[in-house]
């Protein structure tokens, strides 16, 4: 019957491999979102690299551990995956919760800019100006780790839209939102980082 065929496909000593591995992700995604959510409801947190590791891990696992082989697969690029998902993951958390600085201070909700740099009630114009520097250097860090572990990955398809998405896309995203903040010399900070 189609049924019995279905559930035989799905048995297979593969699919029951895939079945197992996309587990294994869920796990990490579940566990990494308990330590995320953990973090900010407490607060228990001393660094951006602290805060955004849970978050960056799920990223890096999801492209790591897709349990279907690819051409050419090996261990290295299974590292370079989890690694390119790993900073795009990072530079996520870090562009989200600077778009959302303004908002989330004036509502009082969870920011991990406020929670690390604002220890003086600073206002948020204040803040960013404060802290801009080191935020600065998260950001472009990430990009930079992501641009130079991409040159490693050999894409069989669209490597040139990847390669843009990452170099100019995600950049031109972190102006767009430094546009925001109209006070903060984008100038100064470029060359100070």
Known sequence: SVKSKLFKLLLSSSSKKSLLELDNISNKISKNI????????EKNFSSLDE?????????????????????????????NLYNLGY?????????????????????????????????????YEDLISYCIEDIDFSILNSLVNCSE?????????????????????ML?????VLNKYPFINI???NTSS
């Open 51 to 79: 805060i955004t590791h849970p978050f960056s891990d799920v990223m890096g696992s999801i492209l790591s551990d897709y349990p279907y082989e690819f051409e050419d697969d090996s261990n290295t690029l299974r590292e």
């Open 187 to 189: 100038k100064k900070i």
């Open 172 to 176: 031109n995203k972190y102006y767009e």
């Open 34 to 41: 308990e330590l995320l959510s953990y973090l900010e409801r």
């Open 87 to 123: 900073f795009i993951g990072k530079w996520i958390y870090l562009i989200d919760a600077l778009d959302d600085l303004k908002d989330d201070m004036s509502t009082n909700n969870f920011n991990p800019y406020n929670i690390l740099y604002n220890t003086q009630n600073l206002s």
């Open 149 to 169: 572990i991409l040159k490693n990955i050999p894409f069989k398809k669209h490597y040139s839209i990847i390669e843009n998405v990452v170099n100019l896309g």
